[in-house]
């Protein structure tokens, strides 16, 4: 069955199928109604521009009927707010959601510094087939169709989001975490990991959509 995924900001994109919406990551850096509509929410970890209580208060009372599955440090920190809607997971769980198939991946967050502590974080496969990895470049034991891909945060550099498309392997890779990235830099970015990461690589503009 076709999904449509729609590119939020930054890291935030929300997928429909059947009818049904499940959003990832409506963080900080987005929209203030980014979830409004889900029936799942999915959050890879506890940083703002991922996660944000009021994005999610927002979705949550606009659809009763609405879910959010996190890991551990993001459930503790809402689970009061949302009782009986807060599912915990981690790496290798598997789950439905909104009538997606979502396997669990990975547990730690990306190095920032060596100084700085790791947090957790979890990238998610929808479906078998969409992976977003959160802050972190998660390999699934899975082969993954369209990567969405952390093109630029302060824990990367641009050789290792190419090395990281050659790991994966994906069918194409778009871009998410690219709220940092400016407009005069994109033309670099997607010159050398078109080129260089060996799959079909894009972007899409804040809004816009793809069929998958």
């Known amino acids: 069955m076709t999904i449509t995924l729609t590119k939020k900001s930054h890291s935030c994109v929300r997928l429909e199928k059947a009818g049904r919406v499940l959003v990832i990551d409506p963080g900080g850096f987005g929209e203030q109604d980014a979830a409004v509509g889900a029936d799942a929410v999915l959050v890879t970890h506890e940083h703002p521009d991922h996660f944000d209580e009021m994005r999610l208060r927002v979705a949550m009372e606009a659809n009763p009927g609405a879910r959010i599955w996190t890991l551990r440090s993001v459930a503790t920190q809402i689970s009061a707010a949302f009782p009986g809607r807060v599912h915990t997971v981690g790496d290798g769980d598997t789950f439905s959601a909104a009538g997606f198939d979502v396997q669990v991946h990975g547990e ?26 959160g802050d972190a470049l998660t390999v699934p034991d899975h082969p993954v169709d369209t990567l969405m891909l952390p093109v630029m945060a302060p824990w990367n550099k641009i050789s290792e989001v190419i090395d990281y498309v050659r790991e994966v392997r994906p069918r194409r890779a778009i871009d998410i975490h690219d709220a940092l990235l400016t407009d005069l830099a994109r033309p670099i970015y997607d010159r050398q990991i078109g080129e260089l990461g060996g799959s079909d690589h894009g972007r899409l503009a804040v809004g816009a959509t793809t069929e998958l």
Request: no cysteine; aromatic share 8%; glycine share 8%.
């Open 108 to 133: 730690l967050h990306a190095v920032i510094h060596p100084d700085i502590p790791r947090i957790t974080n979890v990238g998610y496969l929808v479906d078998g087939s969409v992976f977003h990895p």
